[in-house]
């Protein structure tokens, strides 16, 4: 190359090298599956593509056609471990109940382990006695509980509780009788007995009550000398509540000799708890002030990650309801206030520490994941390995069908998840290969856990027995922030916050750059318009400032915001622009739209082949259009319009960014009321399209029928608070307070059903 290429100077045509790094970088774009023969296991893992992610728009938006990065207009986000955010640690009131507390047999475990990984972590014993005391004392109480005295003692209790239970249905029933005798219906006692004689009657009925409801001592022998029949079943129901009253001083006398189930009486040290975690929040607090002052360099950030861990893990599991130390400890965060820590993500990552991104939809996961990826892949594309995981569904489901024992599957699962995400199948001597490269030092990016976990929902214990056998690997995983399986997962989570307004008009700005007053202009009308609280996500920013650019009135919603993008795409800005490009009516594609987004939500996947799509459109609209107009839309859904879009990896089509395909099936959910809600909101996977649908409808009749169908609301509570909080906010007081009439109602219904194994006398004669 050197030595011809003075030669080439001043030739007609001009000449290019065509050398390795450009060839292989073809053969990556057009070929890949070459790869697989001319790269050995490490190549194949660690090749990465530049691609343009799903939301490129978004991306230019943030670069906005300079070299800015996307973090100067990006970068906030507050820290998270399993159900414990960060930003309630800033402003936390901590409350303690002194005390003992019983741990029963059934909870001692789980008690024991939460007490040793407390003492292991934080160098913090709560018990002021040794476990193994409490134990002895334990096994020594379970000994006389289970002797053969205790137990005779039991059978001779519930035998008279039962003899006693009978008398006490027996004085009831004849009570009521009496009752009866009395009405003025009862011509036979109106007849025979004066008003003096009936008024005596009544005067002893209330005596009966009286000592049945209060289990007094009754004088037998108080109507002997009345001689009517009434009188005679009076003295009767007398004997019987006299009968009752020493059978209740016998059952309170064997009951006081009884030994009760034991359980494990501890004292924890409460105060020592607290003064651990308010150090721990002051340490917290002032680490903060200096990230956000910039004053904190990556080393110090690497032990600041570290003690955020160990702080949030430590809140987090003693205010879960399962475990017992929560009995003694409450926290009460002012939840209005929000904890905005200024670090990029991406100074997180360089930590080397195991970070799970969070986030709502549109606030960056993908973008800052994959921006993060392209920039470790320019400098050594060895230490990488990048898997958008929403892209191996049907790959997986493959696989899992082929596989005849499923026991088999669970093991090394990541491993086989990562083979297959890069097009190699997950043989046993692959699986061996993978493994051994998979030890070393790797920085390996889980991209979209929530879109594929109802696929593959082992994959949560699959990523935890991954760290354990390859302590040197640093995993980055995303997932939306309202999913059941939070306190699943072990790593420090950071969350991407969506836009201050301060933020907001920043992105503006840039994406207006060249248009000041149009800038300005918009920035106003959100102000006057109150809309911040829809447009203050990165993805809702991109669109309102692109369809603002377009001509459109700011859009007052986020289902408005991408009805109006879809709108545009369907024709309306061709006709802006005084242009015809595609020969089916907007409406009509829109349908079409929608149902193909809604069969793809409900298969739980978010691409497909175009003949798949083709497929189930005709078959769903086939009684209305023909086959050949449905395959038109598809085609012009693809080009001109944009809506569908062809992902170069696995060659199907998707609608770009999840969130239009969610806004899509909750279009669908609206316009078509043949489709019975009440199955959907139990499953993660449809709790951003049920959100979106609560925007623009009534979700009060939802609530109700959740809780006809299963008896309560607990299973589908995650998902009915989302759509609650995306109610339009004059209706959100009343559905949380019908929210909360049937959360009470299944906390009663739980009371109820609770059962009492003590032998104390107060549950029967109390």
């Not at 990556?28 to 490490?42: G, Q, V, Y």
């Not at 836009?499 to 000041?516: A, N, R, V």
């Not at 316009?671 to 623009?696: H, K, P």
């Amino acid at each position: 190359m050197e030595e011809i290429r003075t030669q080439l100077y001043g030739m007609p045509l001009k000449v290019y090298f065509y050398d390795g790094p450009k060839i292989l970088q073809d053969i990556k774009e057009f070929k890949p599956d070459l790869l697989n023969i001319l790269t050995n296991i490490e190549g194949k893992l660690t090749t990465h593509r530049c691609l343009e992610p799903s939301n490129k728009e978004l991306l230019s938006a943030l670069k906005n056609e300079t070299s800015q990065k996307i973090d100067n207009f990006y970068s906030d986000l507050s820290f998270f471990v399993g159900s414990f955010d960060s930003n309630l640690l800033l402003h936390l009131d901590i409350t303690t109940h002194k005390g003992s507390i019983h741990v029963s047999q059934e909870n001692w475990a789980r008690f024991r382990k939460d007490i040793e990984r407390i003492s292991s972590k934080h160098q913090l014993y709560l018990l002021t006695q040794d476990l193994s005391k409490l134990e002895a004392k334990f096994k020594k109480d379970k000994e006389l509980f289970e002797g053969k005295e205790n137990k005779d003692l039991i059978k001779e209790l519930e035998q008279k509780k039962l003899k006693y239970n009978d008398t006490e249905i027996r004085v009831k029933a004849l009570i009521d009788s009496l009752k009866d005798s009395l009405k003025p219906s009862n011509n036979h006692i109106t007849k025979t007995v004066n008003p003096g004689g009936l008024a005596e009657r009544e005067i002893i009925l209330d005596e009966l009550k009286f000592a049945t409801k209060n289990r007094s001592e009754f004088d037998v022998q108080k109507y002997n000398n009345k001689g009517s029949s009434f009188n005679k079943e009076a003295n009767h129901i007398a004997s019987l509540i006299h009968d009752q009253y020493e059978m209740s001083t016998i059952l309170k006398n064997i009951s006081g000799r009884v030994i009760s189930k034991p359980s494990y009486k501890v004292t924890l040290k409460v105060d020592e708890l607290k003064s651990k975690i308010l150090q721990y929040k002051d340490n917290y607090i002032d680490d903060i002030q200096l990230i956000n002052n910039r004053k904190l360099g990556i080393a110090r950030l690497k032990n600041f990650l570290s003690s955020t861990e160990k702080t949030l893990s430590l809140i987090s599991q003693v205010i879960d309801k399962g475990c017992q130390i929560s009995k003694v400890i409450s926290f009460k965060p002012q939840e209005k206030l929000q904890d905005r820590v200024s670090v990029s993500p991406h100074d997180i990552f360089d930590t080397g520490n195991d970070i799970a991104v969070y986030g709502g939809a549109g606030v960056g996961k993908t973008t800052t994941l994959k921006a993060y990826a392209d920039i470790l892949s320019e400098c050594d594309s060895k230490n990488l390995i990048y898997i958008p995981l929403n892209r191996l569904v049907d790959e997986f489901k493959r696989f899992y069908n082929e596989v005849t024992d499923k026991k088999i599957l669970k093991k090394d699962l990541l491993v086989k998840i990562i083979l297959l995400s890069k097009g190699i199948q997950p043989t046993n001597e692959m699986v061996e290969d993978a493994n051994n490269f998979l030890s070393g030092k790797l920085v390996i990016i889980l991209d979209g856990l929530d879109e594929v976990y109802n696929a593959i929902p082992d994959i949560i214990p699959a990523i935890s027995e991954f760290k354990l056998k390859k302590p040197m690997s640093q995993l980055i995983i995303s997932s939306r922030d309202c999913v059941s399986y939070l306190s699943d997962i072990d790593f420090l989570g950071i969350t991407l916050l969506p836009f201050t307004e301060q933020q907001l008009d920043k992105f503006i700005q840039g994406w207006f750059k060249k248009d000041e007053a149009k800038a300005t202009q918009l920035i106003d009308s959100i102000k006057q318009r109150d809309l911040f609280e829809y447009i203050k996500t990165p993805l809702l920013a991109t669109i309102t400032c692109s369809l603002v650019q377009k001509g459109v009135d700011a859009p007052s919603s986020e289902n408005e915001i991408y009805s109006e993008r879809l709108n545009l795409l369907t024709g309306e800005y061709d006709l802006h622009k005084n242009i015809e490009r595609q020969k089916q009516k907007g409406e009509l594609l829109r349908k079409c739209a929608m149902k193909i987004a809604f069969k793809m939500h409900n298969k739980g996947i978010r691409s497909e082949l175009k003949e798949n799509i083709k497929s189930a459109l005709i078959s769903n609209l086939a009684d209305i259009y023909s086959a050949e107009l449905l395959d038109n839309c598809v085609e012009e859904l693809i080009n001109p319009c944009d809506i569908l879009t062809l992902d170069p990896i696995t060659k199907k089509y998707s609608f770009g960014h999840f969130r239009f395909q969610e806004h899509l099936a909750s279009a669908e959910l609206s316009s078509n009321r043949g489709i019975d809600l009440v199955e959907l909101v139990t499953i993660d996977w449809w709790r951003g399209a049920l959100s979106l649908y609560a925007q623009d409808n009534d979700i009060s009749y939802l609530i109700e029928d959740v809780y006809k169908h299963y008896g309560n609301v607990s299973r589908a509570l995650i998902t009915l608070n989302s759509m609650v909080n995306s109610s339009p906010q004059r209706k959100q007081r009343g559905l949380r307070m019908l929210l909360k009439e049937y959360k009470n109602s299944d906390l009663m219904d739980d009371l109820f059903t609770d059962v009492d194994y003590g032998y104390e006398h107060e549950a029967y004669f109390g």
